[in-house]
């Protein structure tokens, strides 16, 4: 790692660097991960709730959006976890964590667009809850990931400059799945290295980080069928079924060539059905999660005013 970068530090080349999910929304099937062009509305079945169509409308959520969203949340933590759910921060602080510089331009208006997407999009997703150590899915509507959005820009000849001053709000729903710690982490580098339905994996085990199982006394493992539901999470949509399977085939070969955590990452056959198989060392998970919120300052901090997260202002 380059003397100059800080262990903690968001920087595209930092192999210590980790980003935070939170689980629901890395779960939620409305990511277009490898998409040429960005539907502005998703609709699909969430393999949670197979009743229930997870939707993002609005605005469309793509591998940018997605990136952007984990900074947002690491930001937060970062920041000592805001009850309020507020962060400031500079557009050029950004471009650095997911592009490694500053150079302005195009990298700032994409950002730019990401941030207002971001604010506009509307979530119908199931949100998971944890009581006595349960989790359990509920169908959750209309949710607003960002609820507050302002963009100071200082604008020389029409130039979007990096000082330009972000002010971000999550949503106050946001704010209470990560103090309950559904939350996730990945490497930073892995996640920025990676397009696709690769990219989609790599999210995809960290969010089930936690559902591995020892399988021998060096060895953990975590398994799930190849089903239409995980095929239609995935955003996969080939007519055969071997197609798409090997489109889960390619993006483990990516991911396991740019992860070194995992030992073995293949699609399998096991008791007669296609299983995606990712195994790495025991005790190899080293991204470490953030701690929980000490009891005695949540109770030591004035209670919030009430948050409506159906309006938000601009």
């Not at 192999?15 to 939170?22: H, I, N, W």
């Not at 995809?204 to 980080?209: G, N, P």
């Amino acid at each position: 790692m380059s003397a100059e970068l800080r262990e903690d530090e968001l920087h595209p080349t930092n192999p210590d660097a980790v980003g935070y999910l939170e689980r629901s929304l890395a779960n939620s099937p409305v990511w277009q991960m490898g998409a040429r062009s960005l539907e502005p509305q998703i609709v699909r079945r969430d393999p949670r709730l197979l009743d229930f169509l997870a939707n993002a409308k609005n605005a469309p959520l793509g591998e940018l959006e997605f990136d952007v969203l984990t900074w947002t949340i690491t930001r937060w933590y970062q920041a000592g976890r805001p009850a309020d759910g507020r962060l400031v921060a500079t557009l050029g602080e950004v471009a650095y964590a997911l592009y490694g510089g500053r150079q302005g331009g195009m990298q700032y208006s994409l950002l730019r667009e990401a941030l207002d997407r971001l604010y506009n999009v509307s979530l119908d997703l199931t949100v998971l809850t944890i009581e006595n150590g349960q989790e359990t899915w509920l169908a959750s509507k209309r949710r607003r990931i960002i609820q507050e959005l302002s963009i100071h820009e200082p604008l020389t000849d029409g130039t979007i400059k990096s000082s330009s001053t972000l002010e971000i709000r999550l949503g106050s729903w946001l704010v209470d799945q990560l103090d309950a710690q559904t939350v996730a982490a990945i490497a930073w580098r892995v996640l920025r290295g990676l397009g696709g339905i690769a990219k989609r994996l790599a999210i995809y085990l960290a969010a089930h980080s936690a559902d591995f199982r020892p399988v021998t006394q060096h060895t953990e493992r975590f398994t799930v069928e190849l089903t239409d539901e995980l095929y239609e999470e995935f955003g996969i949509t080939a007519a055969r079924e071997r197609d798409r399977r090997a489109s889960i085939a390619r993006a483990a070969e990516r991911l396991a060539d740019k992860d070194p955590r995992y030992s073995r990452l293949l699609v399998d056959r096991m008791a007669g059905v296609y299983v995606l198989r990712a195994e790495r060392p025991v005790g190899g998970d080293l991204l470490i999660l953030p701690a929980p919120r000490a009891a005695q300052a949540m109770n030591a901090a004035p209670a919030p005013p009430p948050r409506s997260d159906e309006h938000g202002s601009r």
